[in-house]
């Protein structure tokens, strides 16, 4: 993603990397991104993995609770 719009900044999110940024620069990258194509299909296969290693771990904490 060239951008991801959370419309506000949670403690959570911060803990993700999320940044809060002031409107002027959010408009200034919002056009480009737009503009962009996305392709899922170009993930290689680490990227993938880490995906679907994270995905494991919240299945198994859940599991606990």
Request: net charge positive; proline share 3%.
């Given at each position: 993603?060239?951008?991801?719009?959370?419309?506000?900044?949670?403690p959570?999110?911060?803990?993700?990397g999320?940044?809060?940024?002031?409107?002027?620069?959010?408009q200034?990258?919002?056009?480009?991104?737009?503009?962009?194509?996305?392709?899922?299909?170009?993930?290689?296969?680490?990227?993938?993995?880490?995906?679907?290693?994270?995905?494991?771990?919240?299945?198994?904490?859940?599991?606990?609770?």
């Open positions: 993603y060239a951008l991801l719009d959370t419309q506000f900044l949670t959570h999110l911060a803990s993700l999320g940044l809060e940024i002031p409107r002027s620069v959010y200034s990258k919002l056009y480009p991104a737009v503009l962009q194509r996305g392709n899922f299909a170009a993930l290689d296969a680490a990227t993938h993995a880490r995906g679907r290693d994270i995905l494991e771990i919240l299945i198994r904490s859940r599991r606990k609770d």
